[in-house]
Nanobody, 116 residues
């Protein structure tokens, strides 16, 4: 089993910054990609950013230039630096790990609220 533990969410004013962290533990073997999804009330879960083991990175268009995903392979940890936050970034953010065999793992979610 793989466990994903997220941290770093919270309440921030528009224009502010937050950094999310997600540490993977347990039977972590071949990781294809780690990333972040988010789900706002009444909306579908969407991919925010993903980084593969080969360091290929993908962002949803709405966060390009504001969010940065990075990864520490030695610690099996992925980070999401979020700058210039907007109210529309408010959502529960979920960490995801996709193994090379296709197994999919999710964190418990962390709330990010952008409000004045």
């Amino acid at each position: 089993q793989v466990q994903l533990v997220e941290s770093g969410g919270g309440l921030v004013q528009p224009g502010g910054s937050l950094r999310l962290s997600c540490a993977a533990s347990g039977r972590v073997f071949s990781i294809y990609a780690m990333g972040w999804y988010r789900q706002a009330p009444g909306k579908q879960r969407e991919l925010v950013a993903r980084i593969t083991s080969g360091s290929s990175i993908k962002y949803v268009d709405s966060v390009k230039g504001r969010f940065t995903i990075s990864r520490d392979n030695a610690k099996n940890t992925v980070y999401l630096q979020m700058n210039s936050l907007k109210p529309e970034d408010t959502a529960v953010y979920y960490c995801n790990l996709l193994a090379t065999k296709g197994d999919d793992y999710w964190g418990q979610g962390t709330q990010v609220t952008v409000s004045s």
